[in-house]
Antibody, heavy 121, light 107 residues
Framework: EVQLVESGGALVQPGGSLRLSCAGT????????MHWVRQAPGKGLVWVSR????????DYADSVKGRFIISRDNAKNTLYLQMNSLRAEDTAVYYC??????????????WGQGTLVTVSS | DIQMTQSPSSVSASVGDRVTITCRAS??????LAWYQQKPGKAPNLLIY???SLQSGVPSRFSGSGSGTDFTLTISSLHPEDYATYYC?????????FGQGTRLEIK
């Protein structure tokens, strides 16, 4: 079964840092582009970042550029999101998601279950 | 950035009804459009990609159409498990953007 499992969400103070992880199983992780998408409480979906299959090409939403870093370890089948200089508006459930096919497509399937990041003092 | 605008924002319908949700892009995106279903407390689930391609495992009562700037998601006959929020998403250009969502409620 193809599965993504996120971890690392927590309560963090404004200005703090956090690293999210997303472990992939049931597929050849190293062949797929991966993404992070977030959803603030009661709000819609917002794309955050993407990373190509070998980890050499990254893209970010303007709202997180310069503060968040996406990376991956294909030997561990794991995607990461290093979140620095966190703000209250970063509070959200963070989902990792895989492109539906090897090679960049931009359609997300599957998704992880999500991990909650709360930025508050 | 490409803005995606869904209408309506919410809709009430009965089991067995035909429901159509519309998504409009602020500029042409060819067929680089997907539809997702999200139930409360759960991750989104891909229904349709490339505007009209049904994702594997998704019931055939779901269909998508459109190209350029105007797109529709149609549920031909509502089932009880279809009550959820639906999002469109464009993948034509960065940043990838989603519509604001359409909540489908029981009438």
């Amino acid at each position: 079964e193809v599965q993504l499992v996120e971890s690392g969400g927590a309560l963090v103070q404004p200005g703090g840092s956090l690293r999210l992880s997303c472990a992939g199983t049931g597929f050849t992780f190293s062949r797929y582009w991966m993404h992070w998408v977030r959803q603030a409480p009661g709000k819609g979906l917002v794309w955050v970042s993407r990373l190509n299959s070998d980890g050499t090409t990254t893209d970010y939403a303007d709202s997180v550029k310069g503060r968040f870093i996406i990376s991956r370890d294909n030997a561990k089948n794991t995607l990461y999101l290093q979140m620095n200089s966190l703000r209250a508006e970063d509070t959200a459930v963070y989902y990792c998601a895989r492109d539906i096919a090897a090679g960049q497509k931009g359609w997300f399937d599957p998704w992880g279950q999500g991990t909650l990041v709360t930025v508050s003092s | 950035d490409i803005q995606m605008t869904q209408s309506p924002s919410s809709v009430s319908a009965s089991v067995g009804d035909r429901v159509t949700i519309t998504c409009r892009a602020s500029q042409g995106i060819r067929t680089w459009l997907a539809w997702y279903q999200q139930k409360p407390g759960k991750a989104p689930n891909l229904l349709i990609y490339a505007a009209s391609s049904l994702q594997s495992g998704v019931p055939s009562r779901f269909s998508g159409s459109g190209s350029g700037t105007d797109f529709t998601l149609t549920i031909s006959s509502l089932h009880p498990e279809d009550y959820a929020t639906y999002y469109c998403q464009q993948a034509n250009s960065l940043p990838i953007t989603f519509g604001q969502g359409t909540r489908l409620e029981i009438k």
